[in-house]
């Protein structure tokens, strides 16, 4: 028998991600013309996979993203906000080097559950985003126990979505970088989660990222 997929898909290349800029969920970030290429790219792989339905975050980005997908696949999204970027507060609009150099590694601080550092700058916890996204994966095994499913989000959600299976330091998950329009590979069975890929793309991105 083959067990289900669960695959989660960060957006594709985007112009905060050329600039460095934190752009949270509610400014425009549209994808570059190499980012419509990777997730182009990635969904001739999905084409291989009888996907039943396909969860995308509400944010351009990965709107842009699940357009291409469904394109060729020949279907439709459903938007889920469980998917959604983190909530950045008063951090959104700010270059990522910059708040390194003027506040120190705020971003280590976020995967460390407990610290409170971030609330002041009205940051969502990483415990928060693990639990919308523990919320998400157990519905898809309630409703989907057969089936393969696809939600496009970002970096953070995907990460959240590892350390639920994994326990992984607050190192780790900083430094383990989800490459954009790369695929992460769930199996599930008997109601449990198997990790089966992390950043699944084509062999030619790996030797030129």
Not at 1 to 23: F, K, S
Not at 105 to 129: A, M, P
Request: aromatic share 8%.
């Amino acid at each position: 028998m083959n067990l289900p997929l669960t695959i989660l898909m960060r957006h594709g290349q985007a112009d905060n991600n050329i600039n460095r800029i934190l752009v949270g969920r509610y400014i425009d970030s549209h994808l570059t013309e190499y980012g419509k290429q990777q997730v182009a790219d990635t969904a001739n792989y999905l084409k291989k996979v009888p996907i039943e339905k396909i969860y995308v975050s509400p944010v351009t980005r990965t709107i842009e993203t699940a357009n291409i997908v469904c394109e060729a696949l020949g279907m439709n999204y459903e938007i889920d906000e469980r998917l959604y970027e983190i909530e950045l507060g008063k951090l959104v609009g700010m270059n990522f080097d910059d708040i390194i150099e003027k506040h120190g590694n705020l971003f280590l601080k976020f995967y460390t559950e407990g610290d409170q550092t971030l609330r002041n700058y009205g940051v969502e916890s990483f415990s928060s985003v693990k639990k919308r996204m523990k919320h998400i994966l157990d519905e898809i095994m309630e409703k989907y126990p057969e089936k393969n499913v696809l939600l496009i989000t970002h970096l953070d959600p995907i990460k959240a979505a590892l350390s639920i299976l994994l326990d992984l330091k607050p190192d780790s998950l900083y430094q383990w970088h989800m490459r954009n329009a790369a695929m992460t590979i769930l199996k599930h069975e008997n109601k449990i989660y198997s990790l089966f890929g992390v950043n699944i793309m084509g062999i030619h991105r790996y030797l030129t990222e």
